[in-house]
């Protein structure tokens, strides 16, 4: 893929350095301070975690744009490299303005696809993410510091809604610290957009909700992405860990949906996911 189509000049911060080299989360405000440090603490999940509340209390919603890239790094990729390329990602928000949270990391298991390396952004507007892409910063980071070492790429955005809180908008505090973020894409067939895709993604959206003892966010849409059309949907959920992560993916629940409402009308699909700890604060 070209490098123009891959990414608001904005004053320069501090960057930081991540505590683990492959994987990291990082929350993006007006006030950063106060972000909460990973607490020595296990959470408790089972398969009959299922409850009929959201994670949060019902609240009018605000739309945010989220911005979905997949890497395949090189096959002989050092620890040094990836490490480079991760931190460099990672700070790029700190030079321009629009991004709210990230989160990115190595994908835990191997996929059809071989993509080796996830970034999740979440934006403001879809203005932010045009800029985004047009960056210099961005750009140049890209070229030094991601392309030397992949050999390929894909982008997925689209727009969807979360409560109009600070914490679930800005994926800050305790809960979004640590968990499995789960990043599905979809590329659904011509002939079920529409009703066909709205009622399975409905019918997805309606199932998280009743696990909120699993599940911290999720959020969905259609890929509104010029330059990169292969899939035309993607689903990002923030699980509170790996063990809720398997538990929901396992579950009769999830696997009736699937084959009820996702079978018949997904032509292909991209499931990953990747771990989540908290970032450090050390100065690079």
Request: glycine content about 4%; hydrophobic content about 35%.
């Amino acid at each position: 893929m070209p490098l123009e189509a891959l990414t608001s000049t904005a004053p320069s911060f501090p960057s930081f350095r991540r505590q683990n080299p492959t994987t990291l989360s990082c929350h993006v405000s007006f006030d950063v301070s106060g972000l909460n440090t990973r607490r020595n603490r296990t959470t408790k999940v089972t398969a009959g975690s299922k409850v009929e509340s959201s994670s949060f209390p019902l609240e009018k919603k605000r739309k945010v744009v989220e911005h979905v890239c997949l890497l395949k790094a090189k096959k002989f990729l050092s620890d040094e490299d990836e490490k480079d390329m991760l931190d460099y990602l990672y700070t790029s928000q700190y030079q321009m303005r629009g991004i709210v949270a990230v989160s990115l990391g190595r994908i835990s298991d191997d996929n059809v696809e071989n993509y080796t390396h996830a970034v999740f952004m979440r934006f403001q507007t879809k203005e932010d993410v045009t800029r985004f892409y047009e960056n210099p910063f961005y750009l140049k980071v890209l070229k030094e510091h991601v392309m030397p070492y992949c050999h390929d790429l894909v982008n997925v955005d689209y727009e969807s809604e979360v409560e109009d809180d600070m914490i679930p908008i800005f994926r800050k505090g305790e809960e979004f610290n640590y968990g499995e973020e789960f990043v599905h894409l979809f590329a659904f067939d011509d002939s079920a957009l529409g009703a066909p895709v709205e009622d399975a993604l409905a019918s997805l959206e309606k199932l998280k909700k009743e696990f909120p003892s699993l599940i911290v966010q999720s959020t969905q849409g259609s890929n509104f992405n010029l330059s990169s059309k292969e899939y035309t949907h993607a689903v990002v959920t923030r699980f509170r860990s790996s063990e809720a992560f398997e538990i929901f993916v396992g579950s009769t629940e999830y696997r009736d949906v699937w084959r009820s409402k996702f079978e018949l009308i997904t032509r292909k699909t991209l499931p990953i996911h990747f771990s989540v700890d908290p970032v450090g604060k050390e100065v690079m």
